[in-house]
């Protein structure tokens, strides 16, 4: 059999998140289960895209191979286009795979550019697979999940039904990135509290509809989950071989099965391994015997996505909570003392005045650990993008992260995506904001009173009793210690002034 070689890349416009390339690394694994030579290239560092996007280009053509995939969101739309264009150049024979949420939700636009060859619709295990073992030997008609150009026309094939059985895909490539970058010390794992550790999914797909979201046209509404033991053996396997202190579950939901769900936080707890997690999970799932499986899996904080204090616009986002139900699940994890870390959003669509008050009120009376406003950006693919007045353009999309200038992106959504209906700037929502509820962004000691309080409960976790002996137990201890000489540093910030 013709041996065939793959490069996956991480686009350059990620250069300083610390979430790694989980995608890529499933495929990458998953290419080398079947015995296909692939790389997987991530270039990491402050340095400027133009550089970034040379070195990448070098990495490529010294790998020489025959199919080259690209990862890419709606913000790398641009320099994705830029990098198939020199990587074509290059390397003539390669072909050009993308793939990613933009791509599946809009293959006729990513194929417009000559450059790109064929586009993989939804999840990329299986699909990509089949591109590249068939190496343009077979049909493209008949390899389902692809979009490509026939005779100057997009075909678009129908997408391949979901990966029913999670347990037969292997572990990702760690081995193929850069881990020492992503385990570093850093407050966005278990957004808040220093940590070092990684990401882990035990399920994919979401059955909910949020309007704001477009994880279900990636994944899909059915639900499916990995066997507890599949996971808790890649968390064993990270703690022995990384040293890993915490994990994040990057479910989209976890609890929808609660049964599942229970069953995963006591395979955790039987292995007794002293590292500490978070997760994502919805108001209405939270039940007391939930809690309790979760902080007896060593479980510190809980992300719940509130959006909204009004209960009209939580209908509108087709959310599925009810404020009472927020209430409540806060309650309960107050009672067994399980951090909460709060969504809401602003620059809803219909948005009023009285919205925004039912909003900040209903984030000052349950008081979670953290909260976080964010500025909704009704991005391409999903029912938001509807209520737009303007046409966005490639031009556009880059601006619609917040990661490169957040003022820019701020005066991007003031002047193109505002959905609003009152007439507040948002960046004078923000200051009301900020003045009283401490932001990771931008945290300050202030001496206010309302403040004071919130910042002491942002930093409530130095107290948590599982906490502290997962970091007496860490083999990280020095990382650590740099980690937080660093942010002093960074903030211009002397132990004294504090």
Not at 456 to 483: A, E, H, P, Q, T
Request: glycine share 6%; aromatic share 10%.
């Amino acid at each position: 059999m013709e041996k065939v070689k793959a490069c996956l890349i991480n686009p350059p416009t990620r250069s300083l998140s610390l979430r790694p390339p989980l995608g890529l690394m499933h495929i990458s694994s998953y290419l080398s289960q079947h015995n296909i030579d692939n790389h997987v290239i991530d270039q990491k560092g402050d340095i400027p895209e133009d550089i970034l996007i040379d070195r990448l280009v070098h990495e490529t053509v010294s790998v020489d191979p025959d199919h080259v995939g690209i990862s890419c969101l709606t913000t790398d739309v641009q320099c994705v286009f830029r990098m198939a264009k020199i990587i074509k150049a290059k390397l003539p024979r390669a072909k050009i795979t993308v793939g990613g949420v933009h791509p599946t939700m809009f293959p006729n636009e990513m194929l417009s550019d000559r450059n790109i060859d064929y586009v993989v619709l939804g999840e990329g295990e299986e699909v990509f697979h089949d591109l590249v073992r068939s190496n343009g030997k077979s049909d493209l008609h008949s390899i389902s999940g692809i979009a490509f150009k026939d005779k100057g026309k997009t075909v678009v094939n129908m997408r391949r039904g979901a990966i029913e059985n999670l347990d037969d895909l292997p572990m990702p490539a760690f081995d193929k990135i850069d881990m020492n970058f992503y385990l570093q010390p850093n407050m966005h794992l278990v957004r808040g509290i220093p940590l070092r550790g990684f990401y882990i999914f035990s399920t994919r797909g979401c059955p909910y509809g949020c309007r704001f979201c477009v994880s279900k046209n990636v994944f899909g509404r059915t639900i499916r989950f990995r066997n507890p033991s599949k996971v808790v053996d890649e968390i064993e396997y990270l703690y022995k071989e990384y040293d890993i202190d915490a994990f994040y579950l990057f479910d989209d939901t976890f609890g929808v099965k609660k049964s599942q769900a229970i069953g995963l936080c006591d395979a955790i707890a039987r292995r007794g391994l002293p590292i500490v997690w978070g997760c994502e999970t919805r108001v209405h799932l939270i039940t007391e015997e939930f809690v309790k499986s979760l902080k007896r899996a060593g479980c510190v904080q809980v992300d719940f996505g509130i959006e909204s204090g009004s209960e009209r616009l939580l209908k509108l986002l087709q959310k599925g909570i009810t404020v009472e139900q927020v209430r409540n699940a806060v309650r309960i994890c107050r009672k067994y003392r399980l951090r909460v870390f709060s969504n809401f959003m602003i620059n809803l669509p219909t948005e009023t005045e009285e919205d925004v008050e039912k909003t900040l009120s209903l984030a000052d009376e349950i008081k979670s650990d953290i909260s976080i406003f964010n500025v909704t950006c009704p991005f391409p693919g999903t029912e938001l993008h509807s209520y737009l007045k303007h046409k966005l353009t490639y031009d556009d999309y880059t601006k619609m992260s917040s990661y490169a200038s957040y003022n820019t992106y701020i005066d991007f959504i003031e002047s193109k995506c505002k959905l609003s209906a009152h007439n507040i700037p948002i960046n004078d929502l923000l200051a009301r904001i900020q003045a009283t509820v401490p932001v990771p962004r931008n945290i300050r000691l202030k001496f206010n009173l309302k403040y004071l309080r919130n910042f002491i409960r942002y930093f409530n976790f130095i107290v948590n009793l599982r906490y502290v002996v997962c970091m007496i137990k860490s083999k990280g201890k020095l990382r650590y210690i740099k980690f937080a000489v660093g942010i002093l540093r960074k903030r211009n910030i002397s132990p004294t002034k504090l």
